[in-house]
């Protein structure tokens, strides 16, 4: 049996008893959107031994970036680019310890197609379903400009040496966030058989 109550910090809670659904309110779920691609970057950087923390995005570096990772999502509530920039320094320290020798502009792009997959599985617990394509990497002078019409959201993170930027640029619908208490999300590490 469904019940609806109202509630002063969520715009309503659905609840079932194997379930519970909340929908944010506008002005939450921007808080959301951050929440999820701040904790992605961090626990990204930290599964490979690099400490990272949340800047003050307005303090975007003005020495650009030696590599940037691009990939496209597209979902029913987004479409957009997300970019992962970093130094060499930055990079070179997160590389896996394997023995093999990695070019560090397919490592940029193996670091920004595990952040869009993180991303992409906090989105699934909303309710969102995000397709992310295949990683590309550029130059950081070669980013196209974003349109008048697009939202851009910055990220900055401090290591000890220098800054890491995640950017999200394109058309989100912030709204359509639905927090469900019972996702079906594979997390890291799960095998998935096809």
Do not use: C
């Amino acid at each position: 049996m469904w019940m609806e109550a109202s509630s002063t910090d969520m715009s309503r809670r659905r609840f079932n008893d194997s379930r519970v659904s909340i929908v944010p309110t506008s002005s939450h779920s921007r808080a959301f959107m951050d929440l999820i691609i701040q904790r992605s970057t961090i626990e990204l950087f930290e599964s490979y031994g690099v400490a990272v923390a949340p800047a003050d995005s307005s303090d975007v570096p003005q020495k650009p970036a030696d590599f940037v990772g691009s990939v496209q999502l597209s979902g029913t509530a987004i479409r957009g680019v997300l970019n992962l920039a970093a130094s060499r320094d930055t990079l070179t320290r997160t590389l896996p310890r394997t023995g093999q020798t990695l070019v560090l502009q397919d490592w940029v792009r193996e670091l920004t197609n595990q952040l869009a997959g993180r991303i992409r599985n906090r989105f699934a617990r909303y309710q969102l379903s995000i397709q992310v394509s295949l990683p590309t990497s550029n130059h950081p002078a070669s980013q196209p400009p974003k349109s008048a019409k697009q939202t851009e959201l910055v990220y900055v993170f401090r290591t000890l040496k220098d800054d890491v930027i995640v950017k999200l640029s394109g058309d989100f619908d912030e709204g359509s966030l639905v927090f469900s208490s019972n996702p079906a999300v594979a997390e890291e590490g799960d095998v998935i058989l096809f």
